[in-house]
């Protein structure tokens, strides 16, 4: 009697007669027992209720929607899978050479597993430099570089949906850890600058900038995320109160000195609409702004103007704008 061929398991291709382990993915042959459905025996495919072109055809149809599921999958990793074209989609669905259509399907899922192995190759070099960036500041990611072993592992075995849903995993998790890394840095170079400015324009800052600077990197070096965020807010809250009442002085000051300038006949248009820019943008709430245009002000214009003590220069002194009359 003829060894009744069946199919693997794991990557659903033909046994050979006798072979202990699947020559595509290695896979051990099943047990009698749990042999897969034969292709030999009508009969067994009619007391099954089903006969071999109905069971060809939902094992094309289920490959095909696998395959899609995959590109869909793969459109992440920056690659474009191999696929039936429409038209022989159609022609499998009426169940037309089905034996001959499913080793084409096959051949295209032996072609789109190399794909993805190598896509997740130089994806797997990628992220292990994300995740030595992200643990030079102390963030944890061990179970990211076992999943990724894992990841490629199941590619290599031909467990391609599986690789494909832990690539998704590892990826959403290593980017939002980057994200909330990338924002803390970013919210502590913003209130660093902030206190360089206000320092530059006599306003007190809360903390001198280089110190601040030095102990608010070391904690983002460290990790402590969480605390370093809370630090960063109160030291904001603290610079936003101290601006309340001293953007609106300096400003003052600043406009004072600018009449005394037009009155001597200086053109100081550019200076007191620049200035007036300052003053909107902090009322509309937006303090970094604000700062940034006095501070623009000050270097290109400030050599006349020296707050010190609420003092401006005196009337008898050279300014920047005098030197350009």
């Not at 660093?192 to 400015?197: Q, W």
């Not at 009322?283 to 050599?303: A, Y």
């Not at 220069?313 to 704008?321: C, D, I, P, Q």
Request: net charge neutral; aromatic share 4%; with cysteine.
């Amino acid at each position: 009697m003829a060894a009744v061929e069946i199919d693997c398991v794991k990557c659903g291709e033909p046994l050979p007669p006798e072979a202990p382990h699947c020559p595509h993915c290695g896979a051990d042959r099943p047990a009698a027992s749990a042999d897969a459905p034969s292709r030999a025996a009508p009969k067994e495919d009619r007391a099954r209720g089903g006969s071999g072109t109905e069971r060809r055809s939902a094992e094309l149809t289920r490959r095909i929607a696998r395959l899609k599921q995959w590109d869909d999958t793969g459109e992440t990793l920056g690659v474009r899978l191999p696929a039936l074209p429409a038209w022989a989609e159609e022609v499998t669905r009426h169940g037309h050479g089905g034996d001959a259509w499913l080793e084409v399907v096959r051949g295209v899922e032996r072609l789109a597993q190399k794909q993805v192995v190598a896509a997740l190759e130089i994806w797997e070099k990628a992220t292990r430099n994300r995740l030595t960036r992200l643990e030079a500041y102390s963030v944890d990611g061990r179970l990211e570089r076992d999943q990724i072993d894992d990841v490629l592992h199941a590619a290599r075995h031909g467990e391609i949906t599986q690789a494909l849903q832990t690539f998704q995993q590892v990826d959403r998790v290593v980017s939002l850890k980057e994200r909330h890394l990338d924002q803390a840095r970013e919210e502590l170079e913003r209130l660093v600058s902030m206190l360089r400015d206000m320092d530059a324009l006599g306003l007190d800052p809360p903390l001198p900038p280089g110190e601040a600077s030095e102990d608010l990197e070391g904690e983002l070096r460290g990790g402590r995320l969480v605390a370093l965020k809370q630090r960063l807010r109160s030291i904001r809250l603290q610079a936003v109160g101290r601006l309340k009442t001293g953007v609106p002085a300096y400003v003052t000051e600043y406009g004072t000195f600018l009449v005394r300038e037009r009155g001597d006949g200086v053109a100081v248009e550019l200076e007191a609409a620049e200035l007036a820019r300052a003053a909107q943008s902090f009322v509309r709430g937006q303090p970094e702004e604000s700062l940034r245009r006095l501070r623009v002000l000050q270097q290109v214009h400030g050599t006349g103007f020296v707050r010190g003590s609420g003092r401006l220069r005196g009337e008898n002194s050279v300014t920047g704008s005098s030197r350009a009359a």
